[in-house]
Nanobody, 125 residues
Framework: QVQLVESGGGLVQAGGSLSLSCIASGRTFSTYGMGWFRQAPGKEREFVAAINRSGANIYHADSVKGRFTISRDNAKNTVYLQMNSLKPEDTAVYYC??????????????????WGQGTQVTVSS
């Protein structure tokens, strides 16, 4: 069992930055791929970024490439999402998720095993 707790959300003006963190319980953090997803009101949850177990492979949605960066620190059981040049359309609840099973896709929420409670990010214009 893995518990995930996100932090770092808030209100920021367009063009600003926020840094999200997600800390995982347990000693097996390094055996999980990690992802960030977001869900805006009235919309489906969508993939934002993911990172494999070692941190060697990262994936970003086209909508955030060049603006958001995912990283992880296995010694701290933490995955990060640095968000720069924020836009109003980035407003959403951001969730981190852990993917334990091999195979599947980092881009699909169905392939993740554990989810955090989410943190709100609001970007004002």
């Amino acid at each position: 069992q893995v518990q995930l707790v996100e932090s770092g959300g808030g209100l920021v003006q367009a063009g600003g930055s926020l840094s999200l963190s997600c800390i995982a319980s347990g000693r097996t953090f390094s055996t999980y791929g990690m992802g960030w997803f977001r869900q805006a009101p009235g919309k489906e949850r969508e993939f934002v970024a993911a990172i494999n177990r070692s941190g060697a492979n990262i994936y970003h949605a086209d909508s955030v490439k060049g603006r958001f960066t995912i990283s992880r620190d296995n010694a701290k059981n933490t995955v990060y999402l640095q968000m720069n040049s924020l836009k109003p359309e980035d407003t959403a609840v951001y969730y981190c998720a852990a993917k334990g099973k091999l195979g599947g896709s980092y881009y699909r929420s169905e392939d993740y095993d554990y989810w955090g409670q989410g943190t709100q990010v609001t970007v004002s214009s």
